[in-house]
Nanobody, 119 residues
Framework: QVQLVESGGGSVQPGGSLRLSCAAFGSGFSIGTMGWYRQAPGKEREVVATIISNGITTYADSVKGRFTISRDNAKNTVYLQMNSLKPEETAVYYC?????????????WGQGTQVTVST
């Protein structure tokens, strides 16, 4: 089993920055793609950014140039640096990890961390 622990959410003014972290804990697993999703009130969950094991990244068009996803494979941790935040990006941000465990590839979700952007 893999457990994900997120940290780094909070409140920030428009134009501000936050850095999210998500660490994977457990044993007997190998991590593949890691990513961040977000869900705003009344809206569907959407992908923000993903990073595969060799470091190749993808971003939602709305965050390109402002957000940066990175990973530390030695620590099984993925990060999301968010700059120039906008009020409409207020949401719960979720870490997502694809991992190979004994039973095969499985998808895991973090508990979510609230990001609030307001004056």
């Amino acid at each position: 089993q893999v457990q994900l622990v997120e940290s780094g959410g909070g409140s920030v003014q428009p134009g501000g920055s936050l850095r999210l972290s998500c660490a994977a804990f457990g044993s007997g697993f190998s991590i593949g793609t890691m990513g961040w999703y977000r869900q705003a009130p009344g809206k569907e969950r959407e992908v923000v950014a993903t990073i595969i094991s060799n470091g190749i990244t993808t971003y939602a068009d709305s965050v390109k140039g402002r957000f940066t996803i990175s990973r530390d494979n030695a620590k099984n941790t993925v990060y999301l640096q968010m700059n120039s935040l906008k009020p409409e990006e207020t949401a719960v941000y979720y870490c997502n990890v694809r991992a190979a465990v004994q039973s095969g590839w499985r998808t895991y979700w973090g508990q979510g961390t609230q990001v609030t952007v307001s004056t």
